[in-house]
C-alpha cells in the first residue's frame, strides 16, 4: 500500500483566481502524476510530474494553464490557473510502485 | 487512442448476492490491467492488478479475470455486503515500452449498491 496525501482537500474559488495544490507521497518516488476527475467522468491524466525536469503533459492539457512543481521525490504541486467554472473537477495525484497505481484521497475544486 | 467502457453503469443488488462487473478495451497491447474502488472523498483504492500474462487474481472475496486478446476483464465479487457499495473503476496500462508507466486509460465506472 502507499500513502498519499493532498491539500486542500477542497475548495471554492473564484472564476479568474488560481489554486495550487500539494500532493505529499510516502516514499521517493521519480514520477507523480496528476489526474483530473471532472463531474460524472472517469479519471484523465493531466501530466507526468518528473524530479529534476519537465512535466509532460497529456494532449489537452498546457503548461500555462496547469503548472506543475516537483522540487523533490516525495512532493509535487499542481496549479490550476485562471479558472473558469469549466475547471470544476476532483483533481488527484498519484504514484507507481511496482506495477501498481495508488491515488491521494483527491482536491474536490469548484469554481463559481 | 485506447478506449474502456464499463458495463453496466450503475447496479444495485440485494446483500448476499454475487455479481459481475464488465470491463471491456479497444487496444489489446495492455501492460496491465487493474480494478479499483472509488469512495466518496477518499480516492481511489487498488483491488487487483493483472499482468498482461495472467488469466486471472483474486483477493478474498474479489476475482478479476483476462482476456487480452478479447479485450475484456471481469470483476467478480462473491456474497456482496453493504459495504461493497462504491463506484469501481476499470483502467489500463497500454504497453508502450516504458513510456505509459503510470498512465492509466480508465473506464467510467460501475456504481454498485448493496441494499441489505
Known amino acids: 500500500s502507499a500513502v498519499i496525501s493532498q491539500k486542500p482537500s477542497r475548495d471554492i474559488c473564484q472564476r479568474g483566481t488560481s489554486l495550487t495544490i500539494q500532493c505529499q507521497v510516502d516514499?521517493?518516488?521519480?514520477?507523480m502524476f496528476w489526474y483530473r476527475q471532472q463531474p460524472g467522468q472517469s479519471l484523465t491524466l493531466i501530466a507526468t510530474?518528473?524530479?529534476?525536469?519537465?512535466?509532460?503533459?497529456e494532449s489537452g492539457f498546457v503548461i500555462d494553464k496547469f503548472p506543475i512543481s516537483r522540487p523533490n521525490l516525495t512532493f509535487s504541486t499542481l496549479t490550476v490557473s485562471n479558472m473558469s467554472p469549466e475547471d470544476s473537477s476532483i483533481y488527484l495525484c498519484s504514484k507507481s510502485s511496482g506495477d501498481t497505481q495508488y491515488f491521494g484521497p483527491g482536491t474536490r475544486l469548484t469554481v463559481l | 487512442k485506447q478506449e474502456v467502457t464499463q458495463i453496466p453503469a450503475a447496479l444495485s443488488v440485494p446483500e448476499g448476492e454475487n455479481l459481475v462487473l464488465n470491463c471491456s478495451f479497444t487496444d489489446s497491447a495492455i501492460y496491465n490491467l487493474q480494478w479499483f474502488r472509488q469512495d466518496p472523498g477518499k480516492g481511489l483504492t487498488s483491488l487487483l492488478l493483472i499482468q498482461s500474462s495472467q488469466r486471472e487474481q483474486t483477493s478474498g472475496r474479489l476475482n478479476a479475470s483476462l482476456d487480452k486478446s478479447s479485450g475484456r476483464s471481469t470483476l467478480y465479487i462473491a456474497a456482496s455486503q453493504p459495504g461493497d457499495s462504491a463506484t469501481y473503476l476499470c483502467?489500463?496500462?497500454?504497453?508502450?515500452?516504458?513510456?505509459?508507466?503510470?498512465?492509466?486509460?480508465f473506464g467510467q465506472g460501475t456504481i454498485l449498491t448493496v441494499h441489505p
Open positions: 516514499s521517493q518516488v521519480t514520477m
Open positions: 483502467a489500463v496500462t497500454d504497453n508502450a515500452g516504458g513510456t505509459s508507466y503510470g498512465k492509466l486509460t
Open positions: 510530474a518528473n524530479q529534476g525536469s519537465e512535466a509532460t503533459y
